[in-house]
């Protein structure tokens, strides 16, 4: 049984900086491809980074390039997403997910296999 669970969020000031973490524990994968989500009130989840095994692929959407960095610690089996210069419209829910027998540049939100419960992060001032 995989489990992700998920920590780090919280309600941070326009500007702010969190640091979200992801622990994958379970089943032992191999090639696996492990992604952050978030949605929003009233929107439809979008993928928000994602990261290949070992670490050679990274993902980001355009709206977060250039602030949002994923990272992981495979000795911790765990998958970080260091935020910065956040703002209001990073107010969501933060998931992150799990698939494996896909390259993961060609993964779909459909091909995650399993995922945590989520953390809240919420920025206003």
């Known amino acids: 049984q995989v489990q992700l669970v998920e920590s780090g969020g919280g309600s941070v000031q326009p500007g702010g900086s969190l640091r979200l973490s992801c622990v994958l524990s379970?089943?032992?994968?191999?090639?696996?491809?492990i992604g952050w989500f978030r949605q929003a009130p009233g929107k439809e989840r979008e993928g928000v980074a994602r990261i290949d095994d070992d670490s050679t692929y990274t993902y980001y959407a355009d709206s977060v390039k250039g602030r949002f960095t994923i990272s992981q610690d495979q000795a911790k089996n765990t998958v970080y997403l260091q935020m910065v210069t956040l703002s209001p419209e990073d107010t969501a829910m933060y998931y992150c997910a799990v698939t494996w027998g896909r390259y993961c540049d060609r993964v779909a939100q459909s091909d995650f296999r399993h995922w945590g419960q989520g953390t809240q992060v919420t920025v206003s001032s």
């Open positions: 379970g089943a032992i994968i191999n090639n696996k491809c």
